[in-house]
C-alpha cells in the first residue's frame, strides 16, 4: 500500500503570530478606542474624585485600593483573610475569609456584603468590590493584570471606571504606588479567635494619616451641611454612618434620634445629585432631590429598615 505524503513544496513559508504580539496589538487597539470615548464624554460624568474598591481573592485574603485620579495616586492596602469583622445586614462576627461566600448563601451577593461589612467595621467609604487575584499587580502597573480588567473581572466596576483605573496604573510613577500591609501596624491586633484559631481584629489605632486617602475633594471644597435623621432605633447606626463621613472629608453637623418608622433602607436628600451619589453608592440610599433647600444641604435618613442592611 502506498501512502502519500504531504509536503509544503510550493508553498511560501507562513510565519506564525508571536502571541505577545498580538496581545500588545490588542491592547493597544482596545485602549485607544477607550481614550477617543473617554475625550468625547461617552462614559459621562462623575463626583468621584477617588475608585475605592475591595478586592476578594482566592485565598481569603482582601486588598482595599484607592485610584486618587486628583493627586495621581494608587494606595494598595493589604488585609489578612484571617481578619475579623461585624458582617453587615447583622449577620453577625466573621472572617473576611468567609463574608463573600456567606453573601453569596444569603442571596446579598458576596461582593456587597464584603464592602458595606468592610465600610461597617473600618469606616472605609468603599462601594466597589472585585473577586481577582489580579489587583496586586495592576496596582503595581502590570500591562497584563491590567489587559484583564476588560476582559475576565468579576465586579462591579462600571467600564469607564475600569479604563480609569486603567489609564492611572499605567501613567503613575512607582513614587506614587503605597503598598501597604495593615497587619504590619497597630491597626489589627493578632489574637487568638474563637474557633481557636490565630487572626486579627480592628483596633482604634488606625493610623491618621491613612485616612485622607479615602478623601473627596469634591466635599472638601462644597463643604456640605450635612444633617443625619436616625430612625434606626439604634445610635451605633448613626455614629457609624457620621465616621464614614468624617473619612470622606465631611461633617455632620446635626445627628437627631427619631422614633423608629416603618420604611426600609436610607434616602439623602440635596440638590446636587452628583455630591449626595457619594453617599448614596457607600450607605446603599436612595436619592431624592431638595427644590426648596439651599444647595449646600444634604440630609440623610437612616430608616428603621437602614438597621437590618448595616
Known amino acids: 500500500m502506498i501512502r502519500r505524503i504531504r509536503t509544503n513544496r510550493g508553498r511560501p513559508n507562513q ?3 508571536n502571541p505577545k504580539h498580538i496581545f500588545i496589538g490588542l491592547f493597544c487597539v482596545i485602549f485607544a478606542s477607550l481614550v477617543v470615548l473617554f475625550c468625547f464624554g461617552v462614559f459621562g460624568n462623575s ?16 486588598e482595599i485600593l ?19 469583622l461585624d458582617a453587615a445586614y447583622n449577620l453577625g462576627r466573621w472572617k473576611i475569609q468567609s463574608i463573600p461566600k456567606l453573601g453569596d448563601q444569603e442571596k446579598i451577593g458576596g461582593g456587597n456584603l464584603l464592602v458595606k461589612s468592610i465600610a ?3 469606616s472605609f467609604p468603599v462601594y466597589y468590590w472585585a473577586r481577582s487575584d489580579d489587583f496586586e499587580g495592576v496596582a503595581n502597573g502590570n500591562i497584563k493584570k491590567i489587559f484583564k480588567l476588560f476582559v475576565y473581572l468579576n465586579s ?28 504590619k501596624n497597630t491597626y489589627l491586633k493578632r489574637v487568638v479567635l474563637p474557633d481557636g484559631g490565630d487572626g ?6 488606625f493610623p491618621k494619616r491613612y485616612y485622607s486617602y479615602f478623601l473627596s475633594q469634591d466635599l472638601v471644597d462644597n463643604k456640605p451641611k450635612i444633617v443625619i435623621n436616625n430612625f434606626t432605633g439604634a445610635e451605633s447606626s448613626a455614629e457609624s454612618v457620621s465616621k464614614i463621613i468624617e473619612v470622606m472629608g465631611a461633617k ?8 423608629k418608622n416603618n420604611k426600609s433602607g436610607c434616602e439623602v436628600r440635596s440638590k446636587e ?38
Not at 479604563?163 to 497587619?183: G, H, I, Q, T
Open 120 to 122: 461597617k467595621s473600618m
Open 47 to 62: 463626583a468621584e474624585d477617588n475608585i475605592s474598591l475591595v478586592v476578594s481573592r482566592s485565598d481569603g485574603n482582601a
Open 15 to 17: 510565519k506564525r503570530a
Open 66 to 84: 484607592v485610584f486618587d485620579t486628583i493627586n495621581s495616586e494608587i494606595v494598595y492596602m493589604f488585609v489578612p483573610g484571617t481578619t475579623e
Open 156 to 183: 462591579n466596576l462600571s467600564f469607564r471606571n475600569k479604563f480609569r483605573v486603567a489609564e492611572l496604573s499605567l501613567r503613575v510613577p512607582n513614587s506614587k504606588r503605597m503598598m501597604l500591609d495593615l497587619s
Open 273 to 310: 445629585k452628583s455630591i449626595a451619589e457619594l453617599f448614596t453608592k457607600t450607605l446603599g440610599c436612595k436619592y431624592r432631590r431638595l427644590d426648596d433647600k439651599e444647595s449646600s444641604l444634604i440630609e440623610i435618613d437612616l430608616n428603621s429598615g437602614f438597621g437590618a442592611m448595616w
Open 252 to 259: 455632620a453637623l446635626y445627628v437627631y434620634q427619631k422614633e
Open 200 to 205: 486579627y481584629v480592628i483596633t482604634n489605632n
